[in-house]
């Protein structure tokens, strides 16, 4: 079982950066693929960000492409997003997600693990 924990989540002015980090406890976590989703009031959660667990393959949602980085360290059990260029629009919940699955499937929204989300606030 991995249990993930969030952190790095706040108010931002548009335009601006954050990084995100999600923290991960299990042995396994280096064979797990990694991602972020978010969720906006009244919207449905969305696909944002993925990373795999070997060689560090990436997928990203158009929305976000060219603005959001994801990455991984697996000594320190942490997978991370860093949020250039922070649009309105980006305001959500962000999710960290994990699991033992290919990494077009987390892409369609499935996981294994969840975290419990922070807030992530861009103002115009």
């Known amino acids: 079982q991995v249990q993930l924990v969030e952190s790095g989540g706040g108010l931002v002015q548009a335009g601006g950066s954050l990084r995100l980090s999600c923290a991960a406890s299990?042995?396994?976590?280096?064979?797990?693929?990694m991602g972020w989703f978010r969720q906006a009031p009244g919207k449905e959660r969305e696909f944002v960000a993925a990373?795999?667990?070997?060689?560090?393959?990436?997928h990203y949602a158009d929305s976000v492409k060219g603005r959001f980085t994801i990455s991984r360290d697996n000594a320190k059990n942490t997978v991370y997003l860093q949020m250039n260029s922070l649009k309105p629009e980006d305001t959500a919940v962000y999710y960290c997600?994990?699991?033992?699955?290919?990494?077009?499937?987390?892409?369609?929204?499935?996981?294994?693990?969840w975290g419990q989300g922070t807030q992530v606030t861009v103002s115009s």
């Open positions: 997600a994990g699991g033992l699955l290919a990494l077009a499937t987390m892409t369609l929204g499935e996981a294994d693990y």
């Open positions: 299990g042995r396994a976590f280096s064979s797990n693929t």
């Open positions: 990373i795999s667990w070997n060689i560090g393959n990436t």
